[in-house]
């Protein structure tokens, strides 16, 4: 069967696709020139769903989306479900880490905790809509390390290890991430 993946971002359609394991066949949003749409909601769960929506919708396939991010305890949650906004139109995710570092600076905290949040969103065209989220808890650690993952991954540590997201191997993060932990909720509401 195949899947639309409600997504423009690469990694995140890397990680989907490793998640899925071979099961399904998935096609991006990107490769199907699918207009992005406005996320207007307020949750990671809103925006997964209006995502995932969006896609089953002009597509006629079913369609799994993911919100996500990284919130800053410092930061009452910041970025959050702006996360992507806060790297601006360039994607540029060294500004977006680099403004989180200057955001704890002009706060003078030390208060490094940190967690991602992933909402993963099935919708089926013109059908229901199946909702879930995994987080991870972690703390920061600037300047950023590592290049194996993407976005926000270079400056996040995840508990119980040692090294940032971005220098671990892609199969540590895959074995317990935020997004890992979304997809277990999923199978298992799916298969209820
Ligand atoms: P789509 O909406 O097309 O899926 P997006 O990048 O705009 O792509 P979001 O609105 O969910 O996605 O933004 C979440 C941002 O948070 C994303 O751009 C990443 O930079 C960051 N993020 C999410 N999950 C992450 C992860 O596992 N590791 C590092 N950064 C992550």
């Known amino acids: 069967m195949r899947l639309v993946a409600a997504t423009h971002n690469p990694g995140k359609a890397r990680e989907i696709e490793a ?4 099961d399904y066949r998935i096609v991006t ?7 992005e749409p406005d ?10 769903m209006l ?3 969006h896609a ?6 079913v369609s ?11 930061l009452d949650g910041a970025p959050g479900i702006f996360s992507a906004r806060w790297a601006g139109p360039s994607k540029d995710f060294a500004l977006a880490m680099k403004k989180v570092e200057d955001r704890l600076d002009e706060i003078g905290s030390s208060d490094r905790r940190a967690w991602f949040t992933s909402a993963l969103a099935v919708a089926w065209p013109d059908g229901p809509c199946v909702v879930v989220e995994g987080v991870v808890h972690g703390e920061l650690t600037f300047p950023p390390r590592g290049d194996r993952g993407f976005g926000y991954d270079p400056i996040f540590i995840p508990e119980g290890q040692a090294l940032t997201y971005g220098e671990l191997d892609p199969a540590v ?3 317990d991430s935020h997004r890992t ?9 799916l298969i209820d």
């Open 64 to 74: 799994l989306a993911d919100d996500s991010g990284v919130s800053v305890a410092a």
């Open 56 to 61: 089953a919708q002009l597509s006629g396939e």
């Open 39 to 48: 996320e207007t909601e307020t949750t990671f769960v809103g925006n997964a």
């Open 29 to 35: 949003a990107g490769a199907l020139n699918l207009p």
């Open 173 to 175: 993060k895959e074995a």
């Open 51 to 53: 995502k995932a929506r």
């Open 19 to 22: 998640l899925l394991d071979g």
């Open 181 to 189: 932990r979304a997809f277990m909720k999923l199978k298992a509401a």
